[in-house]
């Protein structure tokens, strides 16, 4: 499967707000970044970030160091589009994570709904060798994933469920858990699916 073509064509056929992981307000994941501590200035990451209106409520908290990688140029341009002027203050990178090689350190990695899509071991692997080399000691990893009792596939690919235990195993000793909370997510089709946020800080 071209996972890239498949990610261009779930953006392409819908809007933003007809996705099935579509926030309208990202809460949680604000709540997380701002229990975090980090400065404005501390450079952060979204992986996996796409379309969503993460970006555009950093900015609006006046956070001046911010990337957003994504496999699907497709939602990149859409971010920007909505963002119009204020999309040149952030970093667009579109690349598969399982091949990303960070230039720099980051204070803060943010993934909503990316990892649990890694379903072969050696790309979570190459995920976490990733994201270890691109913090900085004490920078945080906050990450959101299905449940244990979350949907088995989303669309239309299979998905690996967590909870701590299982995230801290995949993780291992370099990360410890600072903050964790499940979230029943409405999709724009009315559909619950059940989500764990959980906040590390790596070593």
């Known amino acids: 499967m071209n996972k890239k073509k498949h990610w261009d064509n779930a953006h392409a056929a819908r809007q933003v707000c007809e996705l099935s992981w579509y926030e309208q ?6 709540r997380m970044i ?4 980090v400065t404005t200035d501390t450079p952060l990451i979204d992986a996996g970030g796409g379309a ?41 990178m579109e690349q598969d994570i399982t091949c990303f090689e960070a230039e720099r350190k980051y204070g803060l990695w943010h993934d909503r709904a990316l990892f649990h899509f890694l379903t072969l071991k050696s790309d979570r692997t190459k995920y976490i060798e990733t994201l270890t080399k691109s913090l900085h000691p004490g920078g945080q990893f906050v990450l959101s994933a299905f449940a244990l009792d979350g ?16 995230l801290q195993g995949e993780l291992g000793e370099g990360f410890t858990l600072l903050e964790q909370e499940q979230v029943l997510h409405q999709t724009p089709a009315q559909k619950e699916q059940l989500f764990g946020f959980y906040r590390f800080i790596k070593h």
């Open 25 to 30: 307000l990202p809460a949680v994941s604000l």
């Open 34 to 37: 701002k229990n975090s501590a």
């Open 151 to 166: 949907p088995v596939k989303c669309s239309g690919l299979d998905v690996v469920r967590y909870d701590a235990d299982r």
């Open 52 to 92: 969503s209106l993460l970006v555009d409520y950093l900015l609006e908290e006046g956070y001046r160091d911010i990337t957003v990688l994504d496999l699907s140029g497709v939602a990149l341009d859409k971010a920007r589009r909505r963002l119009g002027e204020r999309a040149s203050g952030v970093k667009w």
